[in-house]
C-alpha cells in the first residue's frame, strides 16, 4: 500500500517531470533496432515546486541515485513497449518516494538472557582449556604452582 502523502507529492509535480525515449538494449529482434524503447524519468529535485522539508528529505535520503545537478534520473527498459516503460518509470518513482519517506523503527536496545551468558561463558571456558592441553608440559607445572 502507497501512503496517501506520496500519491499528493506525485500528483503536485508530475508537471516538472520529463520522459525521454531512447534505443533499448536487450531481446526484441530487428525491432530494437528501430523503436525507442527505453524511457528515462528526469525531474529536477532542486529547483521542485515542493515544500522545502520535503525537498531537503529526498535530497538526503535519495542522494546516491540524484546527480551534481539536482536531478533524478529514473531509467527503464524491461519491456519492448514505450508505454509499459513510462509506467514502470512512474512505478519506480513512487517506491522510491515511498521508502524515502518511511519512517525507520527505533531500535529497543535488549540483553542477552541468563541462558545466553551460561552458553558463552562454558564456550570461554572450553575454548580456554582446549589452550592449556596444547601448552608444554613445563608451562603446565608453572601454571599449577603448588
Request: hydrophobic content about 35%.
Amino acid at each position: 500500500m502507497v501512503p496517501t502523502n506520496v500519491l499528493r507529492i506525485i500528483d503536485q509535480i508530475k508537471p516538472e517531470l520529463t520522459f525521454s525515449a531512447s534505443r533499448s538494449s536487450g531481446p526484441g529482434g530487428q525491432n530494437v533496432n528501430k523503436v525507442n524503447s527505453r524511457i528515462t524519468l528526469s525531474w529536477k529535485v532542486s529547483e521542485s515546486a515542493l515544500e522545502p522539508a520535503l525537498k531537503e528529505t529526498i535530497l538526503r535520503k535519495l542522494h546516491s541515485r540524484i546527480t551534481a545537478d539536482g536531478e533524478l534520473q529514473i531509467t527503464v527498459q524491461e519491456s519492448r513497449s514505450q508505454l509499459q516503460n513510462k509506467e514502470a518509470t512512474l512505478q519506480k518513482l513512487q517506491e522510491l518516494l515511498t521508502k524515502a519517506f518511511a519512517q525507520r523503527k527505533v531500535r529497543k536496545a535488549t540483553k542477552p538472557g541468563a541462558a545466553a551468558k551460561q552458553a558463552r561463558l562454558k564456550s570461554k571456558k572450553q575454548h580456554s582449556e582446549k589452550k592449556k592441553w596444547r601448552q608444554k608440559q613445563s608451562k603446565k607445572l608453572l601454571a599449577c604452582s603448588w
